[in-house]
């Protein structure tokens, strides 16, 4: 059976010039002109860094882009991910014809409907309804076809008070729920959103990822997703690629692509825990590796709310001597690196005896956190001496799941900030 390809990105590559707006001088102008005279290559493609926006570099040129090559077919999700600064907003904006690439070319078939940036494609003097009408027609579409839709992009957006308010009074969520609206109701054949649903509430958000799974499902058509948050992620896309550094590292199943991820962030692929130089402590004891399993012992980045979750933390010591009156403490902290979890020791005032090598088993009988991004920090002392302490062990991501049996777990835009515990009450009458 044949692929049904309705986009297909060739070779691209994007190249800027920093500190510079457009190409740069008139004499790399004049440069570029005459190889291209000459039927010779831009000689400027042959310069240039790696796009590592942590590292100062050696060339006024850097790729934002390098190499980008993948097919998505007709109905897929697409779901690109990687930190800040690997490419991914270039990329779309490459997709969307905003900007245009240095090599290569992207082919595709039909509408392409962008939701970059807040605010990106509305006049903020006109009103919403005047807005719809400007980015239907910027989609090719009649005045007629737009008006058949017009209900039901306001009540989508939720939006109906403010709709002949210009829009330089919208709240930046207000904006992000009127242009979600129409990018989707105006049925592009595809779909691109950007980071911007975080603008939204929690609420808002639950929305737009049901409406992309009904464009995606019912109607057929293509959504290219980027997000930080992996349960979306994970819930939403079919199919994902991991970008670093202006590069695709990773194409396959979504699933395997956000553990590549995280094992990036938690610097596991590239180094190992045991060789990894941000940290603190004496050293004579080191944690080696960190494992989180779940309650059929498989290994997971991707946790579950009101689930058995057990963490395996491996160390190795320098010395065949015995350590005494060890304590571990494991803290977790949300994507605002506010600790929301704490655990002080093993049990209280209760202290382990730790030999050459071996493994502690820490384990959450049922995982109170709310869906969101979590990082793990890991500390290790004996005898009131801090031997180890990682600050960045791990990085895991938890989905919904079922904490209070048959109840609401927590109130919409919660995620991320709160806990979950176990309780009983009972009711005394007078």
Not at 17 to 27: D, F
């Amino acid at each position: 059976m044949s692929k049904d390809i309705i986009l297909k990105a060739e070779n691209i590559s994007k190249q800027y010039r920093l500190g510079q707006v457009g190409t740069g001088t008139l004499t790399h102008d004049i440069n570029r002109w005459w190889h291209q005279l000459r039927g010779k290559e831009n000689p400027y493609l042959k310069v240039g860094d790696t796009n590592d926006r942590s590292t100062k570099g050696t060339s006024e040129y850097v790729w934002a882009l390098q190499d980008i090559n993948f097919e998505v077919e007709r109905g897929e999700v697409l779901g690109i991910i990687g930190k800040n600064g690997a490419g991914k907003s270039t990329l779309l904006k490459i997709l969307s014809k905003v900007t245009a690439p240095t090599t290569g070319s992207i082919k595709s078939r039909g509408r392409i409907a962008s939701l970059l940036e807040v605010g990106t494609g509305f006049n903020g003097e006109m009103t919403g309804r005047e807005n719809i009408f400007l980015n239907g027609a910027i989609l090719g579409m009649t005045k007629k076809e737009i008006a058949s839709k017009l209900d039901e992009i306001i009540e989508f957006s939720g939006c109906e008070r403010y709709i002949d308010t210009p829009v330089k009074r919208y709240s930046s969520g207000m904006t992000v729920r009127l242009a979600f609206a129409v990018a989707a109701f105006l049925e592009p054949e595809i779909l691109v959103i950007d980071e911007v649903l975080a603008v939204g509430d929690a609420e808002f958000q639950k929305k737009a990822i049901g409406k992309m799974q009904d464009i995606s499902k019912g109607e057929g058509r293509t959504v290219l997703f980027v997000s930080h948050n992996m349960a979306a992620v994970k819930q939403l896309c079919t199919k994902g690629i991991v970008m670093e550094n202006g590069k695709v590292v990773f194409e396959g199943n979504t699933n395997d692509g956000i553990n590549y991820y995280l094992s990036l962030n938690s610097s596991n692929e590239a180094v190992l825990i045991k060789d990894i130089k941000e940290r603190k402590g004496k050293g004579d004891i080191k944690i080696v590796d960190v494992k989180i399993l779940d309650r059929n012992e498989k290994e997971i980045k991707i946790l579950r709310t009101g689930e058995k979750v057990v963490i395996n933390i491996y160390f190795e010591s320098n010395t065949l001597k015995k350590y005494k009156k060890c304590r571990l403490s494991v803290a977790i902290s949300n994507q605002g690196k506010d600790f929301i979890l704490l655990s002080t020791e093993l049990g209280a005032n209760q202290y382990i005896d730790l030999y050459e090598k071996g493994c502690i088993e820490f384990v959450i009988p049922k995982l109170p956190l709310t869906k969101s991004n979590y990082n793990l920090e890991i500390f290790l002392e004996s005898d009131t001496e801090i031997q180890d302490w990682i600050e960045n062990a791990l990085l895991f991501s938890v989905e919904d799941g079922v904490y209070y049996d048959g109840a609401m777990n927590y109130p919409k835009g919660w995620e991320g900030k709160t806990v979950l515990f176990d309780y009983t009450y009972s009711i005394k009458n007078d």
